[in-house]
């Protein structure tokens, strides 16, 4: 069974983010992956400070979570053109150890229209600790009013292209995961 | 009189891009340049969360003290291929109505080789809120070796290539800033 | 005056990216500056293989006519989430010597819906050469749609936002290149 | 068998591009791959205009080469901090029916210190296309200096980076191909 960690890099009480990546969490699940939801809104992470971080013990409980799983689903609120620091400040808690050959799925949230902004810098950084961030993308734009009152995707094509993200990622954390030859 | 806020992204004690910071803000001063270095060690700012900061009071003294300068110099880490998430958060506390028109010198701090990643991105959040980058930039590679007892850069044409960039900031500051005509 | 020149990276006869540098060269003019627009449909540019070009003479015409600019406007069909390769070519064809601090305004046209990837690498590539790139940038969409008969942009946001660039252009141009000082 | 076809973007006579990917063809080779290298240099490609490409036949041989390969081996020149516009301009003529899924790796070449340009930008642009650009990639730094007289990479740690980057593409193209699941 292919494991998953999702993790929305936003801190908002009502965060499109979280909306987004619980859509993506439950297509997933419905694809028979393991999935778990680490709410950054829920933990108690630092800055990064390149010290001890014993005093939070959230960072371990990130580490330990990202480490055993075999894909990520990340979702970012785009901010200033970029992925938030919150996101980046919870990456760079991780390193090689953790991320090293995870396959990645990423997802961005932005108030305006949609841009790849925030998409490709996340691409980049995933590259950067040797993830495999899967060709698939979706940015999706107008926040405000992208979602229903179920939390489901008001845009058909959108939530269906969100589907086939989800499900490409499924597909290819098997077959990239370094164990999927055991399997 | 240009007047000019520095940044460096870093938590770290003993951290390189404060030095590259200091070589820069001296530099600044010396061209006649009032330099304000917000530590951004000794504040303590929030995650992003897009609500009320009233319980942070260094968001407002970060806010204003940029609103009220005509550049900025930035310094970060490059973690991961990228900004550090504390810098971005910084930014990210921030917006158009501190960051726009402001004219922007950026240096990144790498442990390892040289690359244009950090910087790269930098220019793109700040372009994003509508700041003036200027074209000269520096990234300090294997910064552990890179600076001496004193906090000099050892490598004699990367200190000039950071004075030359903060020759330009100054002297463009004063160009591009909207107040350059009245003077 | 100012002096610029506008480049299309497009071949194709029935370009919107020659018509969003047509409207963007005309406000230029009305506001006072001369521009030349070098059309690479009427050129005759090589591909660029670092040796000797005494053949095309067109090549010896683009590297003059840009030297002695003082800004550009770049207008690129967003191939493949990046500046087309027409465009990058004729870019490489030039280097420090034309580029080296000259102004330049960037707009992107695209079949699908706006997006940020070419003006991205074009802002990256221009900087580069140390040209200086203005904050405001526009993308066009639905390219296929986003003009009328006489050629304007459909969309009056749009059609002002492209505006403002070209004030901004030529506003900054006058700022920012070396004589404006001695002016 | 995993087919492979490898593009250097250089024009030049001396292209230390192609010295790059000469090793990684023949490192493949090594590893049971299929290797069709494309020579830009012998071929006749027009400059995109989306227009018919009746004239040049080449650009056919160009599709059908990579519609028929597994993976692709790019490696460029890194010319004003991005793609060259000659592999770009070759990208360009093709698009998904050509490119959508195929395995990529990428190598840059460049004339000073390495960095990672034009690899960032050759990922996104495969991205946007649906490729799988693999997480290893290569930049030669000071490329008059990297190779010996027999075509080798002077630095050992280079050469070995580049031999992992061509092993994890062969053994990636097996695990992506859409047939691999049928062999």
Chains 1, 2, 3, 4 share one sequence.
Not at 49 to 75: C, E, F, T, W
Not at 149 to 172: I, N, Y
Request: hydrophobic share 45%; charged share 20%; proline share 3%.
């Amino acid at each position: 069974m292919v494991k998953l960690v999702g993790i929305a890099g936003s801190l908002r009480t009502e965060s499109y983010s979280h909306q987004a990546l619980a859509i993506a969490a439950s297509k997933a699940q419905d694809l028979g992956a393991e999935v778990t939801v680490l709410d950054l809104r829920q933990m108690t992470l630092p800055f990064c400070h390149g010290g001890d971080y014993a005093d939070h013990p959230d960072v371990a409980v990130l580490q330990q979570a990202v480490k055993a799983a075999d894909g990520l689903i990340l979702a970012t609120p785009e901010y200033h053109g970029s992925v938030s620091g919150v996101l980046k400040n919870a990456l760079d808690l991780m390193s090689f150890e953790q991320l090293d050959g995870k396959v990645v799925g990423t997802i961005s949230v932005l108030g305006g229209q949609a841009n790849s902004n925030a998409l490709n810098d996340l691409r980049k950084i995933a590259r950067w600790v040797h993830a495999w961030v899967i060709p698939e993308q979706v940015a999706i734009g107008q926040a405000w009013q992208a979602f229903d009152e179920q939390g489901k995707l008001v845009d058909a094509k959108l939530a269906e292209r969100l589907d086939k993200l989800v499900e490409s990622l499924v597909t290819h954390t098997q077959k990239l995961r370094p164990s999927s030859v055991d399997e």
